[in-house]
């Protein structure tokens, strides 16, 4: 079988020309590289298993003929219909024959490209701790003896446990004649074998009887019966030997079987029996959870001017939540210490709107009556006791919830290098995320999650001890028995999953798995296990690797991990044609990545000892060779504020070993973050990761444990209450057009195939009707409505359409293989009209293209309804993730609008939205813009209009681009892409240009033009690579007609990896608006317009931003205390500003 591990099927030495699981880039890559007409080379085929692909340059196209083995073995290249194809006994003699000329290719076989020979690899052990690579664990399973080989003969020397070996070679030596000669004479018995197996069952003998006196008293409990026959072997036992002890120990081991297969049976009906006899005068058994108790948050109220009447001067007050008896106690605190407070049940809280600009800010939108709301904002004394009253919130409607199926779940991962050593009996502070970085509050820290995932490297201890040892652990500190839902190992690499007792039953088509990554891919010591399983209907996918070690071996690592991506065989087999970073709705990958920091061992222990981190990540190889986009394609990982957690001295958390004395030398081990977490999530779904850091206090390993936390959206296996649609009732997913831009140099027709799991089963379109190019290396091909099928769901109902996802694959005509993947959100694609997608395509981990078109959701009325989910409908307040990077030229903050101007909330704005789904989240401070992607009668009515942000990386004009290799130029700019810099749009302009005014540029043309420094995906971290993303050029061309407006915030630094979301649905913005600081507040009561600054006190703005002083009104009631907490702790400073505040109020 071709592209299969283990000897190649060519041989141990295949031509030179066979390339064997090379990708399809990749080969076009070497043949392009070749230059000349009639270059060829040999890989496996990408599609089918046992199949080649034979690659040919012609006139700087490559064109590609399959050879297909047929039901003999023989293999024949792939021929047009009715066209008798020829047939060879292997691939040297097919390749023999097209050297010659006029054999039906393209062109004859002329040069061969033969294949690029790998540097022989060093020792890749255990970062230097150990001289050989960690055995693999025992097993039990046993090694069977390859087909049609001998037995071995055991020698002399041979040991043997029990002495058998020896006593069986005397016997035939010597005795074995006796037993001869005395047949002969006519002897019915052979008495010195018979001494012989008396000699060798010796010792069994002496086992089965302490093996029966242990059963006797159990015996004698539940099988009477059996307990006579019992004593009476151990009596005989006692006495009788000779002839009749070989026959006394065969009816002892028939007893022993027949005791053993009924003991259990009447031990049970004995037990159940009783049972029934006591079964009520027993109290009833119920599993007891950790109490959680009441817990307060000191919050200040933020005013608006026209509130400021009714609600007093006062801004203190308290929130206590009650997650026991499902109650929100909102008091406010009063002169004289007197309280005021209302109260509010768990069914009358709608919202919570997160303000992004301070992001200690928190609305509340409570339930008034039944036809009216009310918002409350309120400032937390930081932006982690705003997650943790988040947190306890969503515990608290959870708990009281008359919904059957959760929407949100939270998930603890962990990832530990053991370094070959137990771990020690107290692990608390990872499994409650203690420690440095991003930690969850002590409030609530305890709260039990939903599921826990364990990753570990170089772990020795067996898998059920270490699954016990976690349960223990776990039970210790919720109080909870968590189920594990599968374990797989690789050598000394495990993944554990345990789940929540009450969700093991929602847990379904558990897969496991494992790729092997050492030395010539053969050995374990390296390599990654993955788990995956649905939670209702949501597909999870988690992977814990360890990949080489050293600090030179980028390549190599980069290289083990497109080898998980492409062999791991995780989730659904349908899905085959994806990498898992497609398969799953959420992936999560986890381990020892082994990615060092490029910088000399002293400036990082500097930066360490000065806990500045900013310096060391922008070297970290990781981040490096992310930004260039060779490894983890728009994964995600939280920003890292914790220092590097290897390579520390065992024992303690001080000191960091950097050095080794080897064999070889001295080998150098920076201090690096080697041990990560990230993921990768279908675009329009809900993740929130809440916690990254590791712990300081388990010092067994060189290694510190990393935990993460997150919160994750999921959705319940829908059930029609209407039943399978009628015709008349049926949804349709239809297509006006595709186009697409794939990285080839082959000039082949393609077809699209589309998958999801509201499908039936998958579909294809027709081949492409345009196509055209005018570079070598790109290609542009597009599809009308007519050659692009309707696609129907199984179920018509807009609620589950909401939640599903459509998996296209663009492939080839002439080798059915894939030239690039990608997902579409059905969500923003739902309405009358057609909307418009844009994504980027990738396939086998590298970014291969883009594809954009439009398309629509056609929902019949009859199916409009929403569902009630968890606390009330889910009414389209606001539209979650819609945009996110574009190339980091073009970044699109995704945001909820849901705003209000006064605390008497709009009653349109819906009714108890739940909490638990994703939608009960409400990002504020940022326009939206995919509310215009939904149909009109799905958004209440007097919603604001939606909005883009449209803006450019923040690094002026003034960078350039780094120039890319001759043969992958850079498009060129339009002409008013640079003239409209500095002028917004002024009129609308059409929302989907003509494809055909877009020109792809022509190989020679590598024009110079001015973009943001950051253009670049590495920014100046990146100039040295000479690659330019695919996407860059092709997103260029989409967006030619479009330049982005001219000023904007960058990116989060930890979101910068995601790069160009899926959800990026229409281009180019509607109306670039930009965020204001003061985003939250009408326009007449902004503060900030000359106060401070008239002052002279202008450097204090950022502080009273972030305490919640940004109201003019507001400050009136400040006290000295107020402004120290915001950082003005100038005696003189405070009387100015004192003073200026009560001369205000007088003039007032």
């Known amino acids: ?79 047009s219909q009715g066209v008798q194809p020829k047939r060879f006994k292997s691939l040297p003699e097919l390749v023999l024959l097209y050297l010659q000329p006029s054999q039906g290719l393209v062109s004859t076989l002329l040069y061969p490209v033969d294949r690029e020979e790998s540097i022989p690899e060093d020792r890749d052990y255990s970062d230097g701790e150990d001289e050989k690579p960690p055995l693999p664990p025992r097993s039990a399973s046993t090694s069977t003896t390859p087909t049609g080989s001998a037995p071995e003969t055991p020698t002399d020397s041979a040991p043997a446990a029990n002495g058998l070996s020896t006593i069986s070679h005397e016997y035939l030596k010597g005795s074995y004649a006796l037993d001869l000669q005395a047949v002969k004479q006519g002897a019915s018995s052979l008495p010195h074998l018979n001494k012989t197996l008396v000699s060798s069952c010796k010792r069994l003998n002496g086992e089965v009887d302490k093996v029966l006196s242990g059963l006797e008293i159990l015996s004698k409990v539940f099988d009477q019966q059996s307990a006579f026959m019992v004593s009476k072997m151990i009596q005989q036992s006692v006495n009788q030997g000779g002839d009749q002890e070989l026959e006394n120990l065969v009816t002892k081991l028939a007893i022993l079987k027949d005791l053993l297969s009924s003991i259990e049976k009447k031990a049970l009906k004995a037990v159940q029996d009783l049972s029934v006899s006591t079964l009520s005068s027993l109290p009833p058994l119920t599993r007891h959870s950790k109490t959680i108790p009441v817990q307060a948050f000191e919050v200040k109220l933020d005013v608006y001017l026209a509130d400021l009447t009714k609600i007093g001067k006062s801004q203190k007050h308290s929130l206590s939540v009650d997650v026991e008896g499902g109650m929100l106690v909102v008091m406010k605190k009063m002169k004289d210490n007197q309280e005021d407070w209302n109260t509010f049940t768990h069914h009358k809280i709608r919202q919570l709107i997160k303000s992004q600009r301070v992001q200690n800010k928190l609305g509340i939108v409570f339930e008034k009556d039944k036809e009216k709301s009310q918002r409350k904002d309120f400032i937390f004394a930081s932006a982690k006791k705003r997650e943790a009253f988040c947190q306890l919130l969503q515990l608290m409607k959870n708990k009281h919830s008359n919904q059957d199926e959760p929407d949100m779940i939270s998930i603890f991962i962990g990832t530990w290098n053991m370094g070959s050593v137990p771990s020690p009996k107290a692990v608390g502070s990872w499994l409650l995320c203690r420690g440095l970085g991003k930690t969850l509050d002590e409030m609530t820290v305890t709260i039990p999650h939903d599921l826990y995932v364990f990753g570990t490297q170089e772990n020795s201890v067996c898998d059920r001890e270490w699954v016990d040892s976690l349960r223990t652990a776990l039970k210790e500190h919720t109080e909870l028995d968590y189920k594990p839902i599968a374990v797989q190992t690789l050598w000394n690499i495990k993944i554990a999953v345990l789940v929540k007792p009450e969700h093991e039953n929602r847990i379904s088509h558990v897969g496991v798995s494992s790729v092997k990554t050492g030395i010539a891919n053969t050995l374990g010591n390296k390599g990654a296990v993955g788990v995956s399983f649905m939670f209702n209907g949501t597909s999870f996918g988690f992977v814990n690797c360890h990949l080489t070690s050293g600090n030179e071996k980028i390549g190599r690592r980069n290289q083990n991990y497109l080898d998980i991506l492409r062999l791991l065989s995780l989730g659904d087999k349908q899905l085959s044609s994806f990498d898992i970073s497609l398969r799953f709705t959420h992936l999560f990958w986890l381990g020892d990545l082994n990615y060092r920091l490029d910088m000399d061992i002293q400036e990082i222990l500097n930066y360490i000892n000065r806990k500045e981190f900013d310096p060391l990540l922008k070297v970290d190889q990781l981040n490096l060779e992310r930004e260039k986009n060779k490894v ?8 890292i504020s914790y220092p590097p957690t290897y390579r520390y001295e065992r024992g303690s958390r001080d000191t960091y070993v950097w050095q080794k004395q080897k064999a070889t030398g001295m080998r150098t081990n920076v201090p690096s973050w080697c041990d990560r977490i990230l993921w990768k999530s279908y675009p329009e779904t809900h993740i929130v990761c809440n916690s990254y850091g590791c712990t300081d206090d388990v010092v067994t390993s060189d290694h510190s444990p990393v935990f993460g936390t997150f919160e994750v959206g999921v959705t319940s296996q829908f059930v029609s209450k209407k039943g399978l649609p009628k015709s008349s009732e049926q949804a349709y997913i239809e297509f006006e057009n595709i186009e697409a831009i794939v990285k080839t140099a082959s000039r082949t027709k393609f077809f699209i195939e589309f998958y999801s799991t509201c499908l039936e089963e998958f579909k294809k379109s027709y081949e492409n009707d345009s196509q055209s190019s005018d570079n070598v290396n790109f290609l542009r091909v597009g599809w009308s409505n007519k050659q692009l099928t309707t696609l ?9 359409l909401q939640d599903q996802h459509l998996l296209l694959t663009v492939k080839s005509l002439d080798g059915y293989e894939s030239y690039g993947e990608c997902v579409v959100a059905l969500k923003s694609m739902i309405g009358s009209t057609a909307q418009q997608f844009h994504t980027y395509l990738s396939h086998r981990g590298e970014e291969t293209g883009n594809i954009r078109g439009s398309m629509r959701v056609r929902v019949p009325a009859e199916r409009m309804g929403t569902r009630e989910r968890l606390y009330g409908n889910c009414v ?6 819609c945009l996110s990077l574009c190339l980091s030229v073009c970044l699109c903050l995704s945001v909820c609008l849901a ?16 909490y638990n789904n994703p939608a009960y989240y409400i990002l504020e401070g940022v326009p939206n813009q995919s509310a215009a992607t939904l149909s009109s009668e799905l958004l209440p009515s007097p919603c604001s209009p939606p909005a883009v942000v449209g803006v450019v990386s923040g690094g002026g004009a003034g960078g350039t681009l780094n120039r890319p290799p001759p043969d992958f130029p850079p498009p060129p700019l339009p002409k008013g892409a640079l003239e409209m810099a500095d002028t917004p749009f002024s009129k609308p302009r059409p929302l989907y240009p003509d494809l055909a005014e877009v020109k792809i540029p022509a190989a020679n043309s590598s024009p110079a033009f001015i973009l943001g420094e950051d253009f670049r995906r590495g920014g100046p971290g990146g100039l040295d690579d000479q ?34 979301g899926d959800a990026c649905r229409t281009f180019p913005p509607r109306a670039p608006i930009t965020e204001s600081i003061a985003e939250d507040l009408p326009e007449e009561v902004r503060w900030s317009e000359g106060w401070l600054q008239r002052l002279g006190l202008d450097r204090y703005e950022e502080g009273l ?14 006290t000295e205390e107020d402004l120290e907490e915001a950082g003005i702790l100038d005696p003189a400073h405070k009387r100015i500003l004192l003073e200026s505040l009560r001369q205000q109020k007088q003039q007032k």
């Open 1 to 79: 079988m071709a592209g299969g591990g283990g000897v190649s099927p060519l041989g141990l030495a295949p031509p030179l020309w066979y390339h064997r699981d090379l990708s399809r880039a990749a080969a076009e890559e070497l043949l392009a590289r070749a230059g000349r007409d009639g270059s060829f080379l040999v890989r496996d085929s990408e599609s089918v298993n046992g199949a080649y692909a034979l690659c040919v340059l012609f006139q700087k196209h490559v064109h590609t003929y399959r050879v297909l083995p047929d039901e003999e073995g023989f293999l024949a290249v792939q021929t």
């Open 632 to 639: 983890f394609l728009r994964f995600a990982e939280e920003e």
């Open 792 to 800: 129907k769901p199984l179920l018509s109902e807009i609620e589950y």
């Open 876 to 881: 389209c307040l606001s539209v979650c993730v």
């Open 899 to 914: 705003k209000q101007d006064s605390a008497e909330g709009d009653p349109s704005t819906g009714k108890n939205n739940s």
């Open 1027 to 1060: 690659s330019c993303s695919v996407l860059q050029m092709a997103k260029t061309l989409s967006e030619s007609e479009y330049p982005p407006p001219p000023h904007a915030p960058s990116a989060p630094p930890h979101l910068r990896g995601q790069g160009l």
């Open 1105 to 1118: 931003l972030h305490n919640g002083w940004d109201d003019l009104e507001f400050l009136s009631d400040i």
